[in-house]
């Protein structure tokens, strides 16, 4: 889960999801800022997070998957 390094590492190699942490991680960054800054409102971010793709995931397929 969330694509960790040790899914890459076991054998055999296991399917995971990517949650894309890092992209969640600066959307909340720069949502907090900018509203401690004044330059955005809590709705005007909830708007973003509807029209954005960060909170989307992906499913990393590898050796543990059985080919069909």
Same mark, same amino acid.
């Given at each position: 889960?969330?694509?960790?390094? @040790?899914?890459? +590492? ?9 949650? %894309?942490?890092?992209? @969640? ?9 900018? +509203? ?7 709705? %005007? +971010?909830l ?11 992906? +499913? ?9």
């Open positions: 889960y969330n694509n960790y390094l @040790i899914s890459r +590492i076991v054998t055999p190699k296991i399917t995971t999801v990517d949650l %894309h942490q890092q992209k @969640i991680m600066e959307f909340a960054a720069n949502a907090l800022v900018s +509203i401690l800054e004044g330059t955005s409102t809590r709705e %005007h +971010i708007n973003q997070l509807q029209d954005n793709e960060v909170l989307s995931s992906e +499913i990393i397929e590898r050796d543990s998957v059985k080919k069909r």
